[in-house]
């Protein structure tokens, strides 16, 4: 039996869609982020829901990313299954002038330009 604990993606968005009211108990909100660094670039499709499509309004087209997400899969009709990637967490990706990555949680943005001693 496997267990879904969360998962991973670091990329670099590549698009944005507006919120899609589905109903009036959903509704959902589509962002694409690729992975430039891989041999064999893909450009990935996550889904966000509910609250969540909010946490998408501080992120801009070629921003770096860390999208935390579940892997859900779901019945259709006429055994047609269809996999979501649904997105629970985003987060900004800075990398300092050591190529070390700081992650900051969405809506938490530090200008460190202001922190400078001089």
Known sequence: MSSNTGLKYTGTIVFIG?????????SKRQIVVSD??????QEICFEFNQS???????????GLVNIHYNLKGKLWKDNKWFN?????K???VHVN?????????????IDESQDLPF
């Open 97 to 109: 002038t050591q190529n070390t990555p700081k992650v900051e949680s969405t809506g938490h943005v």
């Open 84 to 88: 979501v990637l649904n997105g629970w």
């Open 36 to 41: 430039k660094t891989s041999e064999y670039p």
């Open 90 to 92: 985003i987060e900004k």
């Open 18 to 26: 507006q919120t899609e009211v589905i109903s009036d108990k959903f």
């Open 52 to 62: 969540k499509c909010d946490d998408l309004d501080s992120h801009v087209v070629g």
